[in-house]
């Protein structure tokens, strides 16, 4: 394999185009024409990852199997071109200036003054390369957070323009920006775009593709315009229009022939047509469901549903797999208490607690348990989930008054959920959890083994806190069993109820390796539960 070929993809006008998506989705092309494709994202904040970030400040922070904490796209890289991402697929301004303050404390810069061109920017280029270097893809996708003029993204956007001087052909750069349509004069208008290339074309780069989101067509005479005062040809102006659903994007851009553009440009082989008819089958299902169920998420972070994007996608794939319209009911948890949680959680075919922190709107997700444990609804728990599960269990089955996780409650009597040995002497917070693939044996005699239909697995993980082994005996003695342990540790990773048609608990985050090629086998089943469950209701 040859050196490989970058793509750049920056943003114009505004945030939340979709820079993510368009990535994904030229990937996914790229990748059907039989190309080894990687994508990574350069986010301008100073944090050194996310893992520190509320959730309402950034939403999802996604997992990678080597325990990178990263932004919520790269699990949107994974669920379209279904291969993992790792730690060098997600570089932030602050992991950039950390390593050059730790170069210049060791000395490494020989007493130079360190400055933001060359070193920040050599570090970026270095970072951006890494990837490419590895000699396992032939073509890097490079998408920069925030938009073009934003004063964070200057050092990365300074990046780009040395490397397309010192890499020549071997890459090219997609601008995607907002043709708006103003309902006043009934036309779309390619002024902000306009804008936004000349500011790129101030910084010194010149996009070789524009993507130009629109809620309109956009006509022949608007692309010559905008090819015209954008210096770029008339075929590589590529219409986004607003989709139903993200995964309908590939086949958007297949048709606009934006992978056509982007190898023409590189000077790669088309290497035959794309092959997109297992996509084409997923959204068939998407489309036309031959059933339908409603699933409660309970979460604190609800009125941020990008909280939950991993799970809220992994329900898509598990309901396109089943032929299922997942109609998810998000329900804050904070509302929920023992003795309203019925009429909240009433009607529901199957409940998910889902992750999360702290002790805000814990109590309703024990409420939560105790109603889908007592009404036999299918009850699906997710890392904190599960240990609502266990504490439910501890405090109503097995009758240890108080028993609660420590995280909660540092003086209950009983700590049945208590923080991992290996935490106890950690002070600092970021990328410190327990993170990343950790392996778990299964038995044989369990649910999880029956859905997954092997003896050993491989999940990631995200937490602090455990199942305490000292309350095992007492809890399966009464009815719960730990069906999944971490063959080293002896950590119990998934808990079930074999007496309640579909009752599962799991330490570790499934949603993070849902994608549309291969749905989660856990969602999969749990939303096949749910169906059985509307089935006998109606």
Known sequence: MGSAKYIFVTGGVTSSLGKGIIAASLAKLLQSRGYSVTIQKLDPYINIDPGTLNPYEHGECFVTNDGAETD???????????????????????????HVIDRERKGEYLGRTVQVIPHITDEIKRRIKILGSTGEFEIVITEIGGTVGDIEALPYIEAVRQLRWELDGDCCVIHLTLVPFLAATGELKTKPTQHSVKLLLESGIQPDILVCRAERPISEEIRKKLALFCNVRKEAVIEAQDAETIYAV????????????????????????????????????????????????????????????????????????????????????????????????????GILVAPGFGERGFEGKLATVRYAREQGVPFFGICLGMQAAVIEFARNVVGLNGANSTEIDSKTPHPVIDMMADQKKITTMGGTMRLGANECVLSETSLAHAVYRRKEVSERHRHRYEL????????????????????????????????????MGVQFHPEYKSTVSNPHPLFVRFVAAAMEFAGKTH
């Open 72 to 98: 919520l796209d790269l699990g949107h890289y994974e669920r379209f071109i279904n291969r993992p991402t790792s730690q060098a697929n997600n570089v932030t301004t602050g992991r950039i200036y950390q």
């Open 250 to 349: 590939p086949l958007l851009m297949s048709k606009q022939k934006l992978d056509q553009v982007v190898l023409s440009r590189l000077e790669l082989p088309l290497k035959g047509e794309v092959d997109l008819e297992g996509w084409k089958d997923f959204l068939y299902k998407l489309r036309f469901p031959k059933h339908e169920v409603e699933i409660g998420l309970i979460g604190k972070y609800v009125e941020l549903k990008d909280s939950y994007k991993s799970i809220a996608e992994a329900f898509i794939h598990a309901g396109a797999a089943n032929e299922c319209k997942v109609n998810i009911r998000w329900i804050h948890s904070e509302k929920l208490e023992v003795e309203t949680a019925a009429s909240h959680l009433q009607g529901l075919h």
């Open 468 to 503: 305490n082994n000292a309350y095992l005996e007492q809890l399966e003695s009464a009815g719960l069993k730990a069906s999944g342990l971490n063959p080293q540790t002896g950590l119990v990773e998934i808990i079930e109820i074999p007496e309640h048609p579909w009752f």
